[in-house]
């Protein structure tokens, strides 16, 4: 498997794990440090990321990435895309598309997410 689908297949990893609220598996991908940042918004860390994750309301029917672009460096990878989440609240289903920028690390050999940043909300294509 090469970097490029290592990277994202760690990416679709933490998608699911949101998608399911595994904050166990989440604190698995996250590097040291990890940080998360909203647009215009301030830098939030790791637990309380995953205490976000599982406030989220309702029933996450899904979280899925769309449109990924990779770009390697010598210090890590850029990965950027959209993250599409399907939610059912109080008997609405609301889908809920934001672009996002995350930098993932490698670490013993395995990609890490060391920060994220939500854009802001994007209407579907």
């Known amino acids: 498997m090469d970097e490029r689908t290592r990277i994202v297949a760690a990416s679709e990893q933490l998608a699911a794990a949101i998608g399911r609220r595994d904050t166990g598996t989440l604190r698995t991908l996250l590097a040291p440090g990890f940080v998360h940042r909203t647009h215009g918004g301030d830098a939030v ?60 690390v490698a670490l013993a050999g395995e990609w890490r997410i060391q920060a994220a940043v939500d854009l802001p909300h994007q209407e579907p294509e």
């Open 45 to 104: 860390s790791h637990e309380a990321f995953l205490a976000g994750v599982e406030a989220i309301p309702g029933e996450i029917i899904f979280v899925r990435l769309e449109h990924l672009h990779v770009d390697i460096t010598d210090n890590g990878a850029l990965v950027t895309g959209i993250q599409h989440a399907q939610l059912r609240l109080d008997g609405q289903t609301i889908n809920d598309r934001r672009r996002f920028v995350d930098w993932f």
